[in-house]
């Protein structure tokens, strides 16, 4: 049974950095590419960020570029958002998400995790 | 940059009725398009991909069919358990992005 158990959120001060971690099992983890998708409070979905399987095609979407690194490690089979310069904007709550394929051409997300909460405030 | 536009909002459907939800993408992305379902506290499913194909183990009353640029999600037969949000999402090239808003399923 493949599971995404996200980690790593809590309150943080404007300005400053957070790291999430999801930790994946239950399947091939260097089979997939992987993406980050936030959802801020009573709105919808949000992609943020994907990554291919072997870490060299990396994607943002625009409202996190330049201040949000993905990455992962194989052999602790874990995903990793990198979270600097945060935003009142950027409160949400993270899911990751498996991409269906390697990351090479475009593919849904079959399995999301259940998410850690990201809220951003003075 | 594709932008994914649903409709409605919100869709009030009585249990065992049909409910018919659009989706429409701003340029084509061929039959590039999943359907999630949201319940309240839970995370997304998958429900249908490559716009027509149904995820595994998704009840047959969840159908996707694409016309041009515009999508359908229809559930035949509304069960109480089919209550929930649904986003659209394309997944044209890599890596995917842009979610629809959602359309809000509920009760009549």
């Known amino acids: 049974e493949v599971q995404l158990v996200a980690s790593g959120g809590g309150l943080v001060q404007p300005g400053r950095s957070l790291t999430l971690s999801c930790a994946a099992s239950?399947?091939?983890?260097?089979?997939?590419?992987m993406h980050w998708v936030r959802q801020a409070p009573g709105k919808g979905l949000e992609w943020v960020s994907g990554?291919?399987?072997?870490?060299?095609?990396?994607g943002y979407a625009d409202s996190v570029k330049g201040r949000f690194t993905i990455s992962r490690d194989t052999p602790k089979e874990t995903l990793y958002l990198q979270m600097n310069s945060l935003r009142a904007e950027d409160t949400a709550l993270y899911y990751c998400?498996?991409?269906?394929?390697?990351?090479?051409?475009?593919?849904?997300?079959?399995?999301w995790g259940q998410g850690t909460l990201v809220t951003v405030s003075a | 940059e594709i932008v994914m536009t649903q409709s409605p909002a919100t869709l009030s459907v009585s249990p065992g009725e049909r409910a018919t939800l659009s989706c429409r993408a701003s340029?084509?992305?061929?039959?590039?398009l999943a359907w999630y379902q949201q319940k309240p506290g839970q995370a997304p499913r998958l429900l249908i991909y490559?716009?027509?194909t149904r995820a595994t183990g998704i009840p047959p009353r969840f159908s996707g069919s694409a016309s041009g640029s515009d999508f359908t999600l229809t559930i035949s037969s509304l069960q109480s358990e089919d209550f929930a949000v649904y986003y659209c999402?394309?997944?044209?090239?890599?890596?995917?992005?842009?979610f629809g808003q959602g359309t809000k399923v509920d009760v009549k």
């Open positions: 998400a498996k991409d269906v394929g390697l990351g090479l051409v475009g593919a849904p997300f079959d399995s």
């Open positions: 239950g399947f091939t983890f260097d089979d997939y590419a």
């Open positions: 990554i291919s399987w072997n870490g060299e095609n990396i």
């Open positions: 340029q084509s992305i061929s039959t590039n």
């Open positions: 490559d716009a027509s």
């Open positions: 999402q394309h997944y044209n090239h890599w890596p995917p992005r842009a």
